[in-house]
């Protein structure tokens, strides 16, 4: 990594989904404009675009982060998994909904669908750090993240379902 | 919302970043977590022409003891802070002031070298680390020195930083046995930003209060002690009511910011509030209460 480059140009390299990326695109490109427009993974969202709603949330290097407010640039040399491939294994392959995404299903965790992306990437985060947390916990974890239509009560309630899921493997 | 442009370099290293940092000098801003620069560079608050990465120079991460306390590099994240139960351990207070800051994903970014450089006047941390006597590692290719924290945050987002010098790390000495802290924060339910932020380390022997570091943030231009309570405290018991004599002092010669999320009046009341909240947790931590 720590390629030093001048100029108003950046060659990023990034692991997307799996995938070996590499794009010389302007240093003021955003990873979620990356990964929007120059890889066309359009399932990571722009809500706020000011850092407050978690629509964009990816998990850069297995953290999630809010890709609006990480440079491509910074992320070079990571790696980088969005939505699209929340379904599928190591090796790829499709293996149907996550236990977050058919936590969300079963629970009607969304309306509208435009926070879902990032609901389930924080979720995701929250349930790797805290596997069983308590409803005021799971408040806690996702208060990064704004929704505008369920009223959250169906988003802990699909958290709080899908640690069950994950407890009773 | 895209920043204006601007060209971006990773040096490789610190001596690497110092050499980027000097030549650049006034078109460059440094970036660490991002959390707060690129909101602002998005808004074309701030428009530099040059961004040097810290990222690169790992030695600004690590967590390491010392003869008399912690050395936290200033690259540490709040969330890398959060998962050291062994620092946390050592340095009450720290952890319980991390958890309240913005939200996992700022939280795994945003890193306390940041969180003291950008001198913003809501910023949680440099209130704890003002209570826990933090000292500032700053180097450049000058050459390193160390300062106190109290007095390097001059005003709204400035901060005693020298051109060409960064932040390389924060030391925090280990309080003496006896030692309890509370950070407690009013904050802004929108935004989590601090209308008021208080941080206290009483030390308590006996009942009696022998040492008090007690700081503000989110109410005036800049994070800094109470003088006037940590005065009152030593030599106290920590009765409630004591406490409270003490935090009414809290506001004494305090001039409060005054915007669209609380008035002056409305700060001023927080902040007694909040400070008599962190006495009485802290004064509680500290073990050994004497009944009123
Ligand atoms: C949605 C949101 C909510 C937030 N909520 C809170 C909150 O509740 N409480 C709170 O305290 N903060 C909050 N923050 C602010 C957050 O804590 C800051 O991002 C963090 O403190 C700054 O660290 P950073 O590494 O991101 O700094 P950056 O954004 O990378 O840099 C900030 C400034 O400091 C300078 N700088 C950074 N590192 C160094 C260094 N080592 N040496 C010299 N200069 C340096 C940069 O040049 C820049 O001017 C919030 C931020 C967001 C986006
Ligand atoms: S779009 Fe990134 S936090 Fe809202
Ligand atoms: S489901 Fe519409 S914003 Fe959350």
């Known amino acids: 990594m720590a390629q030093v480059q001048d100029g108003t140009d950046v060659t990023v390299s990034l692991q997307v989904n799996g995938r070996h990326e590499v794009h010389t695109v302007p240093a003021r490109t955003l990873l979620v404009h990356h990964l929007r427009n120059t890889l066309g993974l359009t399932g990571t969202h722009v809500g706020c675009d000011t850092t407050q709603c978690g629509a964009c949330t990816v998990e850069l290097d297995g953290t999630a982060v809010k890709s609006c407010t990480v440079l491509a640039a910074q992320a070079d040399g990571s790696s980088v998994r969005t939505i699209e491939a929340v379904s599928r294994g190591e090796d790829g392959r499709d293996g149907g909904l996550d236990h977050v995404q058919q936590a969300f299903w079963d629970q009607h965790g969304l309306q509208c669908g435009f926070c879902t992306p990032g609901m389930v990437m924080a979720v995701r985060q929250l349930l790797r750090d805290n596997p069983r947390p308590t409803e005021d916990e799971v408040r806690r974890g996702i208060d990064g993240n704004l929704c505008r239509c369920t009223g959250y009560q169906n988003i802990v309630a699909a958290a709080l379902a899908a640690a069950d899921a994950e407890a009773a493997m | 919302m895209y920043p204006a442009e601007f060209a971006y370099v990773r040096p490789d290293g610190l001596d690497a970043v110092f050499t980027a940092v000097d030549e650049y000098a006034d078109d460059a801003k440094v970036i660490a977590g991002g959390q707060s620069l690129l909101p602002l560079m998005k808004l074309r608050l701030a428009t530099p022409a040059m961004l040097i990465d810290l990222a690169g120079a790992g030695e600004l991460s690590g967590q390491h003891r010392t003869p008399s306390g912690v050395r936290l590099g200033a690259m540490t994240t709040y969330r890398e802070l959060q998962h050291s139960p062994h620092t946390l351990g050592l340095l009450p207070g720290l952890g319980e002031t991390v958890a309240v800051i913005a939200d996992t994903q700022v939280r795994a970014r945003g890193t306390i070298?940041?969180?003291?450089?950008?001198?913003?006047?809501?910023?949680?941390?440099?209130?704890?680390?003002?209570?826990?006597?933090?000292?500032?590692?700053?180097?450049?290719?000058?050459?390193?020195?160390?300062?106190?924290?109290?007095?390097?945050?001059?005003?709204?987002?400035?901060?005693?930083?020298?051109?060409?010098?960064?932040?390389?790390?924060?030391?925090?000495?280990?309080?003496?046995?006896?030692?309890?802290?509370?950070?407690?924060?009013?904050?802004?339910?929108?935004?989590?930003?601090?209308?008021?932020?208080?941080?206290?380390?009483?030390?308590?022997?006996?009942?009696?209060?022998?040492?008090?570091?007690?700081?503000?943030?989110?109410?005036?231009?800049?994070?800094?002690?109470?003088?006037?309570?940590?005065r009152a405290l030593v030599g106290s018991t920590t009765s409630d009511v004591a406490l409270s004599e003490a935090a009414a002092l809290a506001v004494d010669g305090v001039v409060?910011?005054?915007?669209?999320?609380?008035?002056?009046?409305?700060?001023?009341?927080?902040?007694?509030?909040?400070?008599?909240?962190?006495?009485?947790?802290?004064?509680?931590?500290?073990?050994a209460r004497w009944a009123a």
């Open chain 2, 256 to 287: 409060p910011l005054d915007d669209v999320h609380a008035s002056p009046q409305y700060r001023l009341h927080l902040l007694e509030v909040a400070t008599r909240q962190a006495l009485q947790v802290a004064a509680r931590r500290a073990g």
């Open chain 2, 113 to 230: 070298g940041g969180a003291v450089a950008h001198g913003d006047p809501t910023a949680d941390l440099p209130a704890m680390l003002l209570a826990l006597e933090a000292q500032v590692h700053i180097g450049s290719r000058r050459g390193h020195r160390r300062v106190a924290l109290d007095g390097f945050i001059t005003g709204v987002f400035s901060t005693g930083l020298a051109d060409g010098e960064i932040v390389t790390a924060l030391e925090i000495p280990l309080p003496p046995a006896g030692t309890g802290a509370a950070y407690e924060k009013v904050e802004q339910p929108a935004s989590h930003l601090a209308l008021a932020g208080v941080a206290a380390v009483l030390t308590v022997e006996a009942g009696t209060v022998r040492r008090a570091r007690v700081a503000m943030t989110g109410v005036t231009t800049t994070p800094r002690r109470l003088t006037a309570v940590e």
